[in-house]
């Protein structure tokens, strides 16, 4: 049986390259239809869903989730990355790159084989896209809540099988400056793997190397990421400054207003500006879930963590262990932290992922012949409609769709 016509009407919509003030919107099948301003001219036996001037928006696209609603990709089952794609979904994510965390490389073939799995399912959560693997190729010195036990160089006789087992790695976190890190990254970009900087002690000068070997974005910027240090007698620049002095490199922020203040909000966003800047939760599994311990990773191998004042810590307070935010969360506060306008806070969550995974040609905009991803919420952020491609994965809006 063919799907009706779904015509969203009465919205603020955002594109986001321009805002309509009451605009609709019209879906059909899996992909967007048409655009418009004022009132659309509605077929017989079509579906109207009036947002009653609400913000309707594109989807929302996670670069770096961990987990959420107590699942974690490292838990290893198909189960858990389903679970956190329904728990991300009520925050206003359509796509999301599931992430790991140093681990041993055995544990990181299981999670290959789960999301293989996961994706084969029919579920009500945000689109599993691929995967990002974060580490284990770390500076030592810059783990933050990474588990030290499994970081290390990076070697080819390890690095060449895992990235020939699995089509559905799309990113690599990484130190370039390590040994053997400039040509892993190389790799990488032989691949089309999007390669990041990350845990990183990197100066300027190695940053430059990074890139021109195929290093493009510089993952949670700040966090486990040296700025400008003292070499013996003289100031050095380090990733951070690095990250803002290369036009070509793209950043990403954790926007829950924990791990970076507003300042650095208004900074980042100020040198870089909203086509270079893609907000990540790097959610961890207490998103979506009351305060309390929770562990860091796997259930049977992570780190106990404490969840509160809305943040995971490492149980002796020496680093974050995570965000527990979902997306809207980070697009609310670049508007009321940041005093970001609301255009482009909208823009670092849905077209700028999109353009740095290499997807905008379907996905982060509302325009026609787009996959049919969107959000609805209103004034306090709060989601109440998330549509992935076509198909309605959470709704408290109160309409049958």
């Known amino acids: 049986m063919e799907e009706p016509r779904i015509y969203f ?3 603020r919509v955002i594109t986001p390259y321009r805002s ?14 048409g655009v418009g301003e004022g009132t659309p001219r509605i077929l017989a036996g079509a579906l109207v869903v009036d947002v009653s001037g609400r913000y309707l928006t594109p989807g929302f696209i996670d670069l770096h989730v961990h987990g959420g609603g107590n699942a974690d990709v490292m838990d290893r089952s198909p189960q858990a990355l389903v679970e956190m794609a329904a728990a991300h979904a009520r925050g206003g994510t359509t796509a999301m790159l599931p992430t790991t965390v140093a681990s041993s490389i055995e544990e990181i073939y299981q999670v290959i084989d789960c999301f293989n799995e996961a994706k084969k399912l029919c579920y009500p959560g945000a689109k599993l896209l691929g995967l990002h693997l974060e580490g284990p190729y770390f500076a030592p010195g810059e783990r933050g809540a990474q588990d030290p036990r499994y970081i290390k160089n990076p070697d080819p006789k390890e690095y060449m099988p895992l990235l ?6 799309l990113r690599v976190s990484a130190a370039p400056e390590i040994p053997g890190g400039l040509a892993f990254g190389a790799e990488l970009r032989r691949r089309g793997i999007l390669a990041a900087i990350a845990h990183t002690n990197a100066t300027y ?9 195929g290093y493009t974005h510089a993952t949670h910027l700040y966090s486990s990421m040296k700025g400008v240090h003292r070499v013996d007698l003289y100031r050095v620049a380090g990733g951070v400054e690095a990250a803002y002095l290369i036009d070509e490199m793209t950043v990403e922020l954790i926007a829950d207003g924990k791990h970076l203040p507003p300042a650095l909000l208004k900074l980042a966003y100020k040198i870089k500006g909203p086509s270079r800047i893609a907000l990540i939760t790097d959610a961890m599994r207490a998103a979506g879930m009351p305060e309390g311990q929770y562990v860091l990773g796997g259930k049977d191998s992570g780190l106990l963590c404490l969840v509160e004042d809305g943040v995971a810590k490492l149980l002796d307070g020496t680093a974050f262990a995570g965000s527990v935010a979902t997306a809207n969360l980070l697009v609310r506060n670049m508007v009321r932290l940041a005093e970001v306008p609301i255009l482009d806070a909208v823009k670092m969550m849905t077209i700028t992922p999109a353009r740095i995974l290499g997807i905008s040609n379907r996905k982060g905009v509302l325009a026609p012949g787009m996959d049919a991803d969107l959000v609805v ?14 198909r309605v994965v959470y709704n408290v809006l109160g309409c049958t769709v």
Do not use: C, H, P
């Not at 309509?20 to 239809?33: D, L």
């Not at 000068?205 to 070997?213: Q, S």
């Open 205 to 213: 000068d190695e940053v430059i190397k990074a890139m021109e070997a």
């Open 164 to 169: 020939d087992y699995s089509q559905d790695i």
């Open 20 to 33: 309509i003030e009451r605009g609709w919107v019209t879906i059909e099948g899996t992909r967007i239809e």
């Open 377 to 390: 919420f209103g004034d306090d952020f709060e989601i109440v409609l998330t549509m992935v491609e076509g």
């Open 9 to 11: 009407t009465n919205a």
